[in-house]
Nanobody, 124 residues
């Protein structure tokens, strides 16, 4: 079993920064692929970033160069550092995990576990 809890969301002005955290349960955290997705009202859920158990990182083009995903296996936590935030980054951000291998880290349907989400609002 894996349980995920996101935190760190909030309101920030354009150009500012936030760091999201996702605390995961389980003793096999280091072998989970972890991803961040986001969903704005009226829009489809979209991929943001992912990190595999071997620490290979992937980013959506829209956040590349601004966001950084990382993980601390000792703390069973994955982070999303968000810099140079834009109003279009406003969304509910979700942490996701898969206990096994992934074919495509950008597809949400391949993840087994999801957190409840944390709201990020970027004002202009």
């Amino acid at each position: 079993q894996v349980q995920l809890v996101e935190s760190g969301g909030g309101l920030v002005q354009a150009g500012g920064s936030l760091r999201l955290s996702c605390a995961a349960s389980g003793r096999t955290f280091s072998r989970n692929a972890m991803g961040w997705f986001r969903q704005a009202p009226g829009k489809e859920r979209e991929f943001v970033a992912a990190i595999t158990w071997s620490s290979v990182r992937y980013y959506a083009d829209s956040v590349k160069g601004r966001f950084t995903i990382s993980r601390d296996n000792a703390k069973n936590t994955v982070y999303l550092q968000m810099n140079s935030l834009k109003p279009e980054d406003t969304a509910v951000y979700y942490c996701a995990a898969r206990s096994g291998a992934l074919v495509d880290v950008t597809r949400g349907g391949e993840y087994d576990y999801w957190g409840q989400g944390t709201q990020v609002t970027v004002s202009s």
